[in-house]
């Protein structure tokens, strides 16, 4: 069973600044593909960003590609979220999902087979 705990959330103002971790415990990590999703107020849970396991293959939501990286320390079982330049419209929950099949994260949809509990960003204009 992987675990999966989100750190690093905050209060910004636009054009700010924030990284955002991923910490994972359980077996098979390094194995899977990882992801970021948000989730603003009475909005769907929108795909931010993926990794391959490897972290050679990335995919990002097109308005934060330039803006935002993702990245994972496999020795650490943790990934990461730097978000630069932020914006308002970046308000909302953040998520760190994991599963082992790449596949999931290229749909862009929500389905991954594992989730963190969230950590909030808040972009104040």
């Known amino acids: 069973q992987v675990q999966l705990v989100e750190s690093g959330g905050g209060l910004v103002q636009t054009g700010g600044s924030l990284r955002l971790s991923c910490a994972a415990s359980g077996p098979g990590f390094g194995s899977f593909a990882m992801g970021w999703f948000r989730q603003a107020p009475g909005k769907e849970r929108e795909f931010v960003a993926a990794?391959?396991?490897?972290?050679?293959?990335?995919y990002y939501l097109d308005s934060v590609k330039g803006r935002f990286t993702m990245s994972r320390d496999n020795s650490l079982n943790t990934m990461y979220l730097q978000m630069t330049n932020l914006k308002p419209a970046d308000t909302a929950f953040y998520y760190c999902?994991?599963?082992?099949?790449?596949?999931?994260?290229?749909?862009?949809?929500?389905?991954?087979?594992?989730w963190g509990q969230g950590t909030q960003v808040t972009v104040s204009s």
């Open positions: 990794s391959s396991w490897r972290g050679q293959t990335n």
């Open positions: 999902a994991a599963d082992p099949r790449l596949w999931v994260f290229e749909t862009r949809k929500p389905i991954s087979e594992y």
